[in-house]
């Protein structure tokens, strides 16, 4: 278990997982502390904005791994 946490795999797994942990965190705490709430458009917003940012994190993780299984070792 612990050799598939600390590989390349494990870490870019677990960043994603701590990165998800905050987002939801974060809009947790807006949904408590704005006054109005969190609304529907800045939810879309927000949301999609996290999405973007994921499926640029899923594709330098693919990239990084097809360089690293060119490479000779």
């Known amino acids: 278990m612990r050799d598939r946490l600390t590989s390349d795999f494990g870490v870019y797994a677990l960043s994603g997982l701590f990165s998800l942990v905050v987002f939801a965190f974060a809009l947790w705490l807006l949904s408590r502390t704005l006054p ?11 949301v999609v904005g996290y999405l973007l940012f994921i499926g640029a994190y899923a594709t330098a993780w693919y990239i990084y791994s097809e360089i690293d299984s060119r490479e000779e070792i």
């Not at 109005?36 to 927000?46: E, I």
């Open 36 to 46: 109005g709430g969190l609304g529907s458009r800045q939810l879309v917003g927000l």
